[in-house]
């Protein structure tokens, strides 16, 4: 099992910054990646960055490439996302996720996710 403890968050201005943290806990070692999601009332999750384990490659949603940066410390087993020029378009519930590898003692038939943290963009 892997366990996700979530940082950050809160109330800011349209235009400006916030920065998330997640920690991962437990059978860190079936990490295969870290990423961040969001989600509003009733709607589907949407990606919004990720980062693979081991060779560091990043991914971004296309609502957020080029504002936000996803970045990890695989000793800490932490991911963060500094978020910049913030819409009021980006309010929502952030979700730490990640993804197991599929080997014999990791494989899970489930993705890990932790408990949310609310950003709050205002106009």
């Known amino acids: 099992q892997v366990h996700l403890a979530e940082f950050g968050g809160g109330q800011v201005q349209a235009g400006g910054s916030l920065r998330l943290s997640c920690a991962a806990s437990?059978?860190?070692?079936?990490?295969?990646?870290m990423a961040w999601y969001r989600q509003l009332p009733g709607e589907e999750r949407e990606l919004v960055a990720g980062?693979?384990?081991?060779?560091?490659?990043?991914y971004y949603g296309d609502s957020v490439e080029g504002r936000f940066t996803i970045s990890g410390d695989e000793i800490k087993n932490t991911v963060y996302l500094q978020m910049g020029s913030l819409r009021p378009e980006d309010t929502a519930t952030y979700y730490c996720n990640v993804r197991p590898t599929d080997t014999t003692h990791c494989y899970v038939p489930y993705d890990y996710w932790g408990q949310g943290t609310q950003v709050t963009v205002f106009p």
């Open positions: 437990g059978d860190t070692m079936c990490i295969s990646s």
């Open positions: 980062i693979i384990h081991g060779s560091g490659r990043t």
